[in-house]
């Protein structure tokens, strides 16, 4: 069936790097997908719509410079955590969207800055 | 704007007891309904949607949901827990301008399961 894979599923790195986190969708092609973060002990909240071949869009608040995303097929899309700050930590997950509305998620990334 | 509230932010049952998960949600069209459960540290899981149709819904793990327009309420039941039902459950609303993919998360509920 279909699947949503995230890679890695946990990343420590040091403040000021950056760090890519990769979503694939297994089995199907989506141009579309979406990154959510979510904050210990909270809720998901929408960061960005990533879209193949075109630039994403921003929800509000996020800032687009600090989280690039490429959408560079219809099976991988990327978000690069750039000049990573402790603050920045947080769990990562994308979704896609399969035929029929049917909206899978990604495992999940755990980022943690030190 | 599309919101959604989950009022009970932790709920603890004994396994083999009923469960009712509550859900409001305000949009402004026909709403397209989720119920996502996550485990500790992993991803999430669908567990049932609602688009048309049939209000009640079925989900997996013997869950359900019943869409009641005017309540605005996403509610999940399920009519017996097990101790591995333990888990946060997020409610969703998405809308038919985006094909629905584009969700609203409520702020989650904590179950917790006694045995």
């Known amino acids: 069936g279909a699947v949503v894979s995230q890679h890695p599923s946990r990343v420590i790195c040091k403040s000021g790097t950056s760090v890519k986190i990769e979503c694939r969708s297994l089995?199907?092609?989506?141009?579309?997908m979406f990154w959510y973060r979510q904050f210990p002990k909270q809720s998901l909240m929408l960061m960005a719509t990533?879209?193949?071949?075109?630039?994403?869009?921003?929800e509000q608040g996020v800032e687009k410079d600090k989280f690039l995303i490429n959408h560079a097929s219809l099976t991988l899309s990327t978000l690069t955590v750039t000049s990573a700050h402790p603050e920045d930590s947080s769990f990562y997950i994308c979704?896609?969207?399969?035929?029929?509305?049917?909206?899978?998620f990604g495992e999940g990334s755990w980022l943690t800055v030190v | 704007a599309q919101s959604v509230t989950q009022p009970d932010i932790h709920i603890t049952v004994s396994e083999g007891a009923s469960l009712e998960l509550r859900c409001n949600y305000s949009?402004?069209?026909?709403?397209?309904l989720f119920w996502y459960v996550q485990s500790p540290g992993q991803g999430l899981q669908l567990l049932l949607k609602?688009?048309?149709?049939?209000?009640l819904v079925q989900g997996i793990k013997g869950f359900e949901a019943e869409f009641k327009r005017s309540q605005s309420s996403f509610n999940l039941r399920k009519p017996s827990v097990h101790w591995s039902d333990a888990a946060e459950y997020f409610c969703?609303?998405?809308?038919?301008?985006?094909?629905?993919?584009?969700?609203?998360f409520g702020g989650g509920t904590r179950l917790m399961v006694k045995p």
């Open positions: 949009y402004g069209a026909t709403p397209y």
């Open positions: 969703a609303v998405g809308g038919p301008n985006n094909a629905g993919n584009m969700l609203t």
């Open positions: 609602y688009f048309s149709g049939d209000t």
């Open positions: 990533s879209n193949e071949g075109s630039k994403a869009t921003y």
């Open positions: 979704s896609a969207a399969y035929s029929g509305n049917t909206i899978y």
């Open positions: 089995d199907f092609q989506a141009t579309t």
